[in-house]
């Protein structure tokens, strides 16, 4: 018995790596600039060794030609990008719904002469989970930014 790999097994093994690889590129906290590529190579590579005898017997069989090798790994690739980028958005959606917006409100007079707040400028955009907001009841009608 031999204790080299097939060219079907590395074949699997660099379709897995692909998708994985890919997708890591993208994921948040995994694919920032401040993790270092080793890390994220070294993580790609754990993933694949893992995965590899789950997907083993799912993975298409290895094609006769350099251009079906070449779109196979392509495929995998935008596949894994795909996941990613999605993976990236909606996490990015999820912190977005954790901010605030602060807005310097002033008072002014609308045309009947009559005084209202309205907002001057958007101060700030914070994300603070332990933020205390004190309700402020206004005599004075309140405009909403536009």
Do not use: C, H
Request: hydrophobic share 50%; aromatic share 6%; no cysteine.
């Amino acid at each position: 018995m031999e204790s080299y790999a097939t060219a079907q097994q590395v074949y699997a093994a660099g379709l897995i790596f692909a998708r994985v690889g890919a997708l890591l590129m993208l994921i948040p906290g995994i694919g920032e600039q401040m993790v270092p590529p080793r890390i994220r190579l070294s993580f790609g590579l754990l993933m694949t060794l893992m995965l590899y005898p789950v997907l083993a017997g799912a993975m298409p069989a290895l094609p006769g030609t350099v251009g079906g090798l070449a779109a196979g790994v392509i495929k995998e690739l935008l596949i894994g990008l795909m996941i990613g980028a999605i993976l990236r958005m909606f996490l990015s959606s999820l912190a977005t719904a954790g901010e605030m917006t602060v807005w310097q409100y002033a008072v002014r007079k609308d045309q009947n002469g009559t005084l209202q707040q309205a907002p001057l400028r958007r101060i700030a955009i914070f994300r603070n989970d332990t933020l205390r907001i004190e309700p402020y009841a206004s005599p004075l009608p309140v405009v909403g930014p536009k």
